[in-house]
């Protein structure tokens, strides 16, 4: 037995006494919760929906409070999940093809003279692909749209790891100027340092982990069911 616009709006307006940010995890409770309900009407059930509410709670999620531990128990578990998979990712594009492009391009960087024009060509390549995975995961995970106090568990924890290279980069150029620092020297670029060499693969590691934030997108997004409140 369906549960009616009311009922439903019933269930709406009392899990959203919990701390449930993520809408994902809230719409997954939610569906549960009405399923449970839903069975207990069909079985002949004809308590009010306080009762059957106060119910469900009790026997599958252990009261109040277990509502808001099970949501954490699945944040940690996609946390979990998405930290795998990005790694999977990885190790699946570290081949014998990306392995040859990125010993040419050591070589390669080694043989050519070490001129600034050059040094700033690879600092701007490096940049470049240090932010593209934000870039991408910004505009491919832009069509999921949480309700107004929710956040998405998908966006936040996949731009999350798109945003790892940046932190990388900001720990490059501002930890090696913290001794300088107490001489009052902060002009201190390591970028304009380092051999070209180093640069180069320094960018190809950064461009395998594009390739794996990319593919991370489209494996999570190709499951991905409209989180739209609207369309509950």
């Not at 934000?134 to 832009?142: E, G, M, S, T």
């Not at 090696?176 to 107490?182: D, L």
Request: net charge positive.
């Amino acid at each position: 037995m369906k549960l009616n616009y009311w009922e439903q709006d019933y269930v709406h307006t009392r899990m959203k006494s919990h701390d449930i940010k993520f809408q994902e995890i809230y719409n997954e409770l939610f569906d549960h919760i009405v399923t449970a309900i839903e069975a207990k009407k069909a079985g002949g059930d004809s308590s009010t929906m306080e009762t059957l509410y106060n119910d469900v709670v009790n026997k599958q999620f252990g009261g109040y409070n277990g509502i808001e531990e099970v949501a954490k128990s699945h944040e940690t578990a996609y946390k979990a999940k998405v930290n795998k998979l990005i790694w999977a990712n990885y190790k699946y594009y570290i081949n014998i093809w990306s392995l040859l492009f990125t010993s040419a391009a050591i070589i390669i960087c080694s043989e050519l003279p070490a001129t600034k024009p050059f040094k700033n060509t690879m600092i701007i390549l490096l940049a470049l692909t240090i932010f593209y995975p934000l870039f991408h995961a910004f505009i491919k995970l832009n069509r999921i749209k949480p309700a107004k106090g929710k956040q998405s568990l998908i966006y936040s924890h996949i731009l999350r790891q798109a945003y790892l290279p940046v932190l990388v980069l900001n720990m490059i150029i501002y930890l090696p100027k913290i001794p300088f620092m107490f001489i009052n020297d902060t002009d201190f670029n390591v970028l304009k340092l380092l051999n070209p060499s180093i640069m180069a693969l320094v960018i190809a590691l950064m461009a395998i982990y594009n390739l794996s934030c990319i593919r991370l997108c489209k494996q999570e997004l190709k499951q991905f069911v409209n989180i739209d409140p609207e369309q509950l």
